[in-house]
């Protein structure tokens, strides 16, 4: 497993310039601002379960753009009908990847349903999502990163993290880092 703030590094360690995120709720949205704010970042703080629609309608909205979908396995789990539609509507510029540990860490780290074998990466697939990735160690996490720059179709990638809390990294759009 691999630690998530590291994880969020080495992913966007080559971002894109028409590359825009959309984050999940809680922690994807301090993974990604850990890594330093952005204009192009879409925070989505209190929507569990619309991230992907929201990366969904953007994608569609923007087809010159590369949308990235990043968020957690308890969201995702939330809006797993939103594979469906995304199946079945295939922009070729969105991306989601879902960091996974096993747990709803904005609701004190009970287990979530991957814990006891729900597949993330089968679900996606089920959808008619054709590109997926299903990823556990820093080798998989660099042909990822790479993907990200390059996809021409619907992509689909887990990412299996350690489940820890890292500090709260809160971004601010005028340079100044809270805590």
């Not at 630690?3 to 993974?31: C, F, Q």
């Not at 922009?91 to 960091?99: A, S």
């Not at 689909?156 to 759009?173: G, H, Q």
């Amino acid at each position: 497993m691999i630690e998530r703030r590291s994880a969020i590094k080495r992913l966007l360690a080559n971002r894109s310039d028409d590359l825009v995120i959309v984050t999940g709720l809680g922690s994807a949205t301090y993974d990604v601002a850990s890594v330093g704010d952005d204009d192009r970042n879409f925070y989505l703080w209190g929507a569990m379960g619309g991230a992907a629609m929201t990366g969904l309608g953007i994608a569609l909205a923007q087809p010159d753009r590369r949308v990235l979908v990043i968020t957690g396995d308890g969201e995702m789990l939330m809006g797993l009908g939103s594979l469906a539609t995304i199946g079945m509507q295939k922009p070729q510029n969105l991306g989601i990847v879902v960091f996974d540990n096993g747990h709803y860490g904005e609701t004190g780290m009970q287990e979530s349903h991957t814990t006891e074998g729900i597949d993330l990466v089968g679900a996606a697939r089920a959808c008619g999502i054709k590109l997926t990735r299903d990823v556990a160690d820093h080798a998989g996490l660099d042909e990822l990163s790479a993907l990200i720059t390059s996809f021409d179709q619907t992509m689909f990638a887990r990412v299996k993290i350690e489940a820890n809390d890292p500090p709260r990294v809160l971004p601010t759009r005028d340079g100044a880092e809270l805590k």
